[in-house]
């Protein structure tokens, strides 16, 4: 009975642990954001100090060319990046389909092998089945007619032959 109270608390224990685990990792979280929010102000204090908006209009104009300037240039090397990015992202595609055709299902060469059905149905089924296939058996009888010929022809030979002759001429005067 002691071992089961023993396991109870162990695993108390355990999701003691969790939740101490993920209070930590929520605290450390929290930290992370305001150490990025610090550097972002770091950052900009650094590189973008206040504009001096103090003057007439002539000097503010100067003011604003500036900053245009500035941004057209950003611009420009943000857009030389991202165009960057973008071509050595379709030279990773590239290369990946050259490793996966490199790398591809060979095809073996095939060989003939000479089998009947009933070893084929047992090899695809396992020697456990014993299948037998008789294709012979599912044909359609059918009964064969016998054509009746003219008795008259079978009669006089001389005739059928004086028949023909006649057709004979009939095609060589054509």
């Known amino acids: 009975m002691s ?14 642990h969790k939740s ?6 929520a605290s450390w ?14 950052y900009i204090a650094e590189n973008c100090p206040p ?26 090397s943000r857009y030389d990046a991202e ?7 379709l030279e990773i595609e590239d290369l990946k ?3 996966i055709e490199l790398a591809g299902v060979k095809k073996p060469a095939l060989k003939k092998v000479r089998m009947s059905a009933d070893a084929m149905l047992q090899a695809l089924l396992g020697g456990k089945h014993k299948v037998t296939m008789d294709l012979r058996a599912n044909l359609k009888q ?15 030979w001389r005739k059928n032959i004086e028949d023909k002759a006649d057709r004979k001429k009939m095609f060589e005067t054509s």
């Open 3 to 16: 071992h089961i109270w023993f396991g109870i608390n162990i695993y108390l224990a355990r999701d003691d």
């Open 83 to 89: 165009s960057k990015v973008q071509k050595t992202d």
């Open 20 to 25: 101490l685990m993920l209070q930590i990792a």
């Open 97 to 99: 389909l050259k490793v």
């Open 29 to 42: 979280i929290e930290q992370e954001k305001e150490d990025i929010a610090g550097m972002k102000e770091a």
């Open 51 to 76: 504009p001096d908006l103090s003057g007439n209009q002539a000097a503010l104009m100067e003011i604003c060319r500036k900053l245009h300037a500035a941004i057209d240039k950003i611009d420009e």
């Open 142 to 156: 059918v009964k064969k007619e016998v054509k009746e010929e003219p008795t008259e022809a079978v009669g006089d």
